[in-house]
């Protein structure tokens, strides 16, 4: 069983063509150990852990030219059905539903603006054990220049419910699960985005201190996207490591989320 409801985040995991310099940056970023999954068919997938207990992976480029990139994955119980769910509603089914040994089914998915995204049906895996703690994946968000369409999309495929509100002269739109707030979208800023990335998810991680983060990730070769700014959840940065891979960080402050 997972550790969160179906429709909620429930792991991530890092594509990149360097793993072995990933399992140098992010240990020494977050205090992550690295647990190499056993079978030579995984191609030295890494369990990143965090006091011993699951909190992310990396592994090597699905197809050779893949860019470097953290995936978000959405718990399901039934990863078939939420296929069928994509195509209805006008996504792609990147890659079709498959069994990841005996630990659960997987499959990749694009929504109509292009954003991927993974779905994780647990068997001998729950996905991520800890969330919310520094080191910890803490939030996922859609990052999307058609947020109307996104809305249709996600509640057809997940059930998800918009919750909009007012940030900053933009609108920020939690996506609301039953009475939680699971993710969240905004439409990307001009100013700190390059103008042709397309839509896509990004992965925050809790720190204890945002700016120390950015600071450490980039002395260790990573770049600071975006400096450490204020928003209403917490003071967060977005950061590339040394290979390019987007993902944030994340303080939530005293009373975390």
């Given at each position: 069983?997972?550790?969160?409801?179906?429709?909620?985040?429930?792991?991530?995991?890092?594509?990149?063509?360097?793993?072995?310099?990933?399992?140098?940056?992010?240990?020494?970023?977050?205090?992550?150990?690295?647990?190499?999954?056993?079978?030579?068919?995984?191609?030295?997938?890494?369990?990143?852990?965090?006091?011993?207990?699951?909190?992310?992976?990396?592994?090597?480029?699905?197809?050779?030219?893949?860019?470097?990139?953290?995936?978000?994955?959405?718990?399901?119980?039934?990863?078939?059905?939420?296929?069928g769910r994509?195509?209805?509603?006008?996504?792609?089914?990147?890659?079709?539903p498959f069994?990841?040994?005996?630990?659960?089914?997987?499959?990749?998915?694009?929504?109509?603006?292009?954003?991927?995204?993974s779905v994780?049906?647990?068997?001998?895996?729950?996905?991520?054990?800890?969330?919310?703690?520094?080191?910890?994946?803490?939030?996922?968000?859609?990052?999307?220049?058609?947020?109307?369409?996104?809305?249709?999309?996600?509640?057809?495929?997940?059930?998800?419910?918009?919750?909009?509100?007012?940030?900053?002269?933009?609108?920020?739109?939690?996506?609301?699960?039953?009475?939680?707030?699971?993710?969240?979208?905004?439409?990307?800023?001009?100013?700190?985005?390059?103008?042709?990335?397309?839509?896509?998810?990004?992965?925050?991680?809790?720190?204890?201190?945002?700016?120390?983060?950015?600071?450490?990730?980039?002395?260790?070769?990573?770049?600071?996207?975006?400096?450490?700014?204020?928003?209403?959840?917490?003071?967060?940065?977005?950061?590339?490591?040394?290979?390019?891979?987007?993902?944030?960080?994340?303080?939530?402050?005293?009373?975390?989320?």
């Open positions: 069983m997972s550790t969160v409801p179906p429709g909620t985040p429930c792991w991530a995991d890092l594509a990149t063509p360097d793993l072995t310099d990933a399992r140098r940056f992010y240990p020494e970023l977050f205090g992550w150990t690295g647990q190499v999954t056993p079978e030579p068919e995984a191609g030295g997938y890494t369990i990143f852990q965090l006091d011993g207990r699951p909190v992310a992976g990396a592994g090597p480029p699905a197809i050779p030219d893949q860019v470097p990139i953290w995936s978000t994955y959405l718990a399901t119980d039934d990863a078939e059905l939420v296929a994509v195509e209805r509603a006008g996504g792609q089914v990147v890659v079709p069994e990841v040994f005996d630990r659960g089914r997987m499959a990749v998915f694009a929504d109509p603006a292009g954003a991927t995204f994780w049906q647990p068997l001998a895996m729950p996905g991520a054990e800890v969330f919310n703690v520094p080191g910890a994946m803490s939030w996922t968000e859609l990052v999307t220049p058609d947020p109307e369409g996104a809305k249709v999309f996600y509640e057809l495929v997940f059930g998800w419910q918009p919750d909009d509100q007012p940030v900053g002269g933009m609108t920020y739109t939690g996506w609301r699960l039953g009475t939680h707030i699971v993710a969240g979208m905004m439409p990307p800023f001009a100013d700190d985005f390059p103008a042709d990335l397309p839509a896509y998810w990004t992965v925050y991680f809790a720190v204890a201190d945002a700016d120390a983060a950015a600071a450490r990730a980039a002395e260790l070769g990573g770049t600071i996207l975006v400096p450490p700014r204020d928003n209403p959840a917490g003071r967060f940065a977005a950061l590339r490591d040394p290979q390019g891979a987007l993902f944030s960080v994340i303080d939530l402050g005293p009373d975390g989320d």
